[in-house]
């Protein structure tokens, strides 16, 4: 999704926007460059429901605060999760599991 969005931003704005994946450490490396990138409208980041809901929660001493250090610009997706489990648990749905 960022390329695509990366090639829509060189044919609009008529400059060259490349994606650099930074994969490993939970987002946490990559959010932290973002974080500290100058704010000049040149360095983006794709986030996600981990990176900006569940990391804080899991890791909250984060050298960053996704409320003050991220701007949100616009909603790309919306993408369905799933909640599975080992076809030999007894819960047939989440209520059972749960219980």
């Known amino acids: 999704m960022a390329r695509t969005v990366a090639n829509e931003l060189t044919r609009q704005l008529g400059h060259t926007d490349s994606v650099e994946n930074k994969g490993g450490g939970a987002v946490l490396p990559a959010m ?3 974080a500290k990138a100058a704010p000049d409208g040149y360095t983006l980041i794709l986030g996600h429901v981990g990176s900006l809901a569940v990391n804080p929660v899991i890791f909250p001493n984060q050298p960053f ?5 991220f701007m949100p610009i ?10 599975v489990v080992h076809p030999e648990m ?10």
């Open 32 to 34: 932290q460059d973002v």
């Open 65 to 69: 605060d996704v409320n003050r250090d």
């Open 74 to 83: 616009t909603l790309l997706a919306k993408v369905p999760n799933l909640f």
């Open 90 to 99: 007894p819960a047939r749905d989440f209520r059972e599991f749960v219980w």
